[in-house]
């Protein structure tokens, strides 16, 4: 509708004749206005109107009514500053992820701590394996299990001998003497002893071999009696006092002496 009106406005400008007078200025004629021009702006009134004029200049004047209308739009709204909103960064502007729902099988989603179990403090590095000097008088061969210092010594020759960290009997539970190793076992199975069960009736009778067996991956079993040197699947036990008279170690460390010692071993317990 706009470009017809446009179109019609533009042809009917082209057939009106030219009323103007040609453009006729004199010297005289031009002094004249010059000097009208100045008495006009000395009028507080005339300059007055021509500072309206000036500022109506911004405004569109096209006519009024309905070509102002068509061609200026709507009625002009006064401009109102908005604050200054910074524009936001490309990351800032995406919806945030949402975090993914835990997995329903906790055996898929469970991953094993590189530093130790996440309950208990690491170990103390004192109580790793490893080759220290021995000035003793016992046989290489010979497993030395010192009680007080929580330490089980297995003599080598040339001096040295190889330390083990290791959990003793708390108080009350301790005990020293000269044994041999009576016997041998992989994952044990345990029968807890019955002074044991009257001390604590909630205990299994039986408890098959395996990883969650109290006796660990190894046993050393010591002469008649029913102590053992053994694993354990508590190794924040090791150099504490906590078994009811066992020596307890590490399971990569019983495994290890394991394959060191034969049946008949001798063994000092202090």
Partial sequence: ?????????????????????????????YTASQSQNAADISDPRVADAG????????QPNLGGGF???????????????RPYQPALPDYQSQPAPQPRAMRDDPAQSYAPSSSGDMAHPP????????????????????????????????????GKALRYGI???????????????????????????????????????YMAGGPENPLGARALYLG?????????????????????GCIRMRNADVIDLYGRVKVGTKVVVM
């Fill in 1 to 29: 509708m706009r470009r017809l009106l446009v179109s019609a406005l533009l042809v009917g400008a082209s057939y009106l004749p030219a009323c103007a007078d040609p453009l006729r200025i004199t010297p005289d004629a």
């Fill in 51 to 58: 500072r309206r004029r000036y500022a109506d200049a911004g």
């Fill in 67 to 81: 070509i102002e209308f068509l061609f200026g739009g709507a009625a002009r709204q006064p401009s109102v500053p």
């Fill in 123 to 158: 170990l103390d590095p004192k109580y790793d394996r490893q080759v220290v000097d021995y000035d003793g008088h016992e046989q290489p061969g010979t497993i030395i299990i010192d009680t007080p210092d929580k330490f089980l010594y297995l003599v080598e020759e040339g």
């Fill in 167 to 205: 959990g003793v009997g708390r108080p009350g539970f301790t005990w020293a003497g000269v044994k041999t190793i009576s016997a041998k076992r992989e994952w044990p199975d345990w029968y807890p002893p019955e002074d044991m069960l009257k001390r604590r009736p909630d205990l299994p009778r």
């Fill in 224 to 244: 008649s009696t029913l102590y053992r040197i053994h694993g354990s699947n508590e190794p924040w036990t090791i150099g504490t006092q906590v078994s009811s």
